[in-house]
């Protein structure tokens, strides 16, 4: 389903990210594994990732960060939408973990949209706005060494641990809006990429990356045209960090380059509902999006579902 402009202000007040301390490089990897830097850095762009940590523990460091650079009161945020695929328990919400430990007493969740959580939470974000709420705290946070069997050596090199995090705020001060989104699943490739319970990742990588590109294609041609903008006029892209070359596929077919890109991958690998807020904040920290520019964010895993967003920034 692709949305309407809503007509409601948007604004990302404050953007944190976390990383745990413990860096695996694809060395490391290959003291591990029949692998090498070579192999890896080649075919997909990761030269190193974070291991360790908990989910909720991350999200907490992120979710901080975020509330610190807006400048509000935590106790002011009236709802938390977490992004995840490792919750720290099976029930309660991670989400509530975070709230505790933040402070908060508002309405939380955790949302299971794989890679493209984030993008997800943020939809459901601003619908919350549009219904009145004033400040959200949207989080993707990750323990992907949880998921991961580190004797198999096509997706242990991939994935990584960490957490981001935006404020986003409806107030009559910004002029930010959600232009336009798309949201998709196609069930049918549900085989390509899944985790049963007391088992490891299981991925069909080929499969995956030829759907990935072409949902990625589709999908953010749609946000775009819904807004009538075109691809030169995006500023920025925030894509969902699992490969360069999945990267540089869709975006030989979009019109976009990897100047426009947000990429952390390279040091993060994939870190699947974290991976956009991560590489926000990093952009954010470079100062490589003002107040008026057009953003893109696009998402897509597991399911396989897949999202994009289309904001006309206001930051903090
Ligand atoms: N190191 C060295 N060799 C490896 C390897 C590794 N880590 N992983 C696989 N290989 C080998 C394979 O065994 C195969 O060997 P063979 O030709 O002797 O059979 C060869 O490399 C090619 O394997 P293939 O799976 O075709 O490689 P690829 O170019 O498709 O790259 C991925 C594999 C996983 C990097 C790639 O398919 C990919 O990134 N897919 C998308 C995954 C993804 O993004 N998932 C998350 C989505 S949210």
New binding site residues.
Partial sequence: MTGNRPAIPLRFSGVGSALPQKVLTNDDLSAM????DE??TE??GIKERRIGGSTSGLAIEAGQAAITRSGFDPASIEHVVLATTTPDKRMPGTSATVARELGLTCGTFDLQA??AGWVYGLIVANGFLAQGMERILLIGAETMDRMVDFTD???A??FGNGAGAVVLESSDQSNGELLSWDLGTDGDLLHL?YTDYESSLH?D??E??RK?VSVVVDSSQKTLDKAGVRAEEVKLVVP?Q??I??LESAWKRLGFSIDQTAVVLDRTG?T?AASIPIALDDAVQKDRVDDGDLVLFVG???GMTWGSALVRWHGN
């Fill in positions: 594994m029949d692998t090498s192999w890896i075919r997909t794989a890679c050596r096509s997706t090199i991939l990429l991925m990588g080929r995956v990356f990935a969902h699992a490969n070359r999945i994939n699947s897509f895993g597991a």
